[in-house]
Nanobody
Framework: QVQLVESGGGLVQAGGCLRLSCAASGRAFSGYAMGWFRQAPGKEREFAAA????????YYADSVKGRFTISRDNAKNTVYLQMNSLKPEDTAIYYC??????????????WGQGTQVTVSS
């Protein structure tokens, strides 16, 4: 299995941009679809974006579509989430996950520790 470590979170003002990275170590990174999920205080973890194992296909939650871009570089064992036009409601802990081509939290078995994103008004 792969081990995932997120980075790039922080504090940003509304309308700003932030780029998250998820570095993978272990076996067969290129064989997994990858997802980004987020969890705000008092809320369930929710899907944000996913990318297929080859990077050929992407899928986004309606709440982030048009603002966020997921990408991956299999040669670097890294997946990214470029977040533009950030809103206060984007504030959450962001988690990287490896698994099947799915939007469901329960379908992913490999998770990073998360990185905090805070968007101020």
């Amino acid at each position: 299995q792969v081990q995932l470590v997120e980075s790039g979170g922080g504090l940003v003002q509304a309308g700003g941009c932030l780029r998250l990275s998820c570095a993978a170590s272990g076996r067969a990174f290129s064989g997994y679809a990858m997802g980004w999920f987020r969890q705000a205080p008092g809320k369930e973890r929710e899907f944000a974006a996913a990318i297929s194992s080859t990077g050929a296909r992407t899928y986004y939650a309606d709440s982030v579509k048009g603002r966020f871009t997921i990408s991956r570089d299999n040669a670097k064992n890294t997946v990214y989430l470029q977040m533009n036009s950030l809103k206060p409601e984007d504030t959450a802990i962001y988690y990287c996950a490896a698994g099947p081509w799915s939007t469901a939290v329960a379908d992913y078995n490999i998770w990073g520790q998360g990185t905090q994103v805070t968007v101020s008004s």
